[in-house]
């Protein structure tokens, strides 16, 4: 009998980043607690698993509660590949996934950006500048610059190779004020036995270890943090890639470009981040211009129409 923890041990065995597998630990970890750690993973049902997310309902928000369940889809579809499972017991279990409120700002505004540049600046902390500056032009994930390496950088082209979630691998392209920033980070960067561009300022007894993703969010969420006078100014480092997102369209470039810019495999993913905020300008213009055509017409003002006749569609061809 092979029970749920041990099919869950062998299921985080599988090579994937550190960060991923201790969200699928901590995740599926409550699910098995839950079910029964010595359940036959065989004898695991719809029901015990639709009763489960029932409970969940009152324990998480309706986001978490949709990334809980695409992680369970996960671990039972590995399940059936590996031949521990006939069949995914989770393949119909469901839950809405809840539409995402306009008004939430995910994008770091521009006031708030160019605080926290400056305040970059005045601290002088060359390594600290070079990570605002590159997510800022790169729109790289954060873990992404936590990976990135000095063999993998092209300062003279202004650009770099960059890995991203899924080990995808794409060239990215930074400005000059970042190029000039990562120089002066690498010559004041420790001396360490590794290639990563980032590194930790703190000394262990193995030297200067690479910074980690939480450590790079964590440089653009206290400085967020200490320059705020409110907690809806506090972002983390992905806020930028929506800036850019925003300033990108602002400028005219097409979804195609965007896309590129930010690596994404799929364009409908480019598309998504371009719909969070979109307001079409000229609604409003529209809107005015209809309440106006019905003000005249409730007057019996026909200055619209020269001949006193409304032109429908239809007729007028």
């Known amino acids: 009998m092979l029970t749920l923890q041990q099919s869950l041990a062998s299921f985080l065995k599988v090579d994937r980043s550190r960060h ?5 630990h901590n995740i599926l970890g409550r699910m098995v607690t839950a079910i029964g750690p010595d359940r036959d993973i065989a004898l695991v049902s719809y029901d015990d698993l639709a009763d489960y997310v029932l409970r969940l309902r009152d324990a998480v928000s309706p986001a978490t509660l949709v990334q809980y369940v695409q992680v369970i889809h ?4 590995w399940c059936v590949r590996i031949r521990y499972l006939d069949f995914s017991p989770a393949s119909a279990v469901t839950v809405r996934r809840p539409p995402s409120d306009p008004t939430e700002e995910k994008s770091m505004p521009p006031d708030v950006y160019l605080k926290v540049l400056n305040y970059f600046k005045q601290r002088k902390s060359p390594r600290d500048l070079a990570i605002f500056l590159f997510i800022a032009y790169t729109g790289c994930r954060v873990g992404a610059v936590a990976s990135l390496t000095i063999k993998h950088l092209e300062l003279d082209e202004r650009g770099a190779w960059v890995i991203e979630k899924g080990w995808q691998i794409y060239h990215v392209r930074y400005s000059r004020e970042t190029a000039q920033a990562l120089t002066a980070w690498l010559k004041v960067r420790p001396s360490c036995d590794h290639d990563f561009v980032f590194v930790d300022e703190r000394k262990t007894r193995r030297g200067h270890p690479p910074l ?4 790079v969010s964590s440089i653009i969420h206290r400085a967020t943090a200490k320059l705020s006078e409110s907690e809806a100014d506090i972002f983390y480092g992905h806020s930028m890639r929506h800036l850019i997102t925003d300033d990108l369209r602002d400028l005219g470039e097409d ?5 590129d810019y ?7 993913t480019t598309l998504k981040y371009l719909k969070q905020k979109r307001k079409n300008p000229k609604v409003l213009a529209a809107t005015d211009r209809l309440a106006e055509f019905r003000r005249q017409r409730e007057n019996g003002d026909d200055e619209h129409d020269p001949s006193g006749k409304i032109i429908y569609l239809d007729d007028a061809g």
């Open 74 to 77: 996960v671990f039972f579809n």
């Open 262 to 268: 930010l690596g994404h495999h799929h364009v409908t």
């Open 20 to 24: 991923t597998n201790r969200g699928y």
């Open 255 to 259: 979804p195609h470009t965007i896309q």
């Open 212 to 215: 980690q993703s939480n450590g």
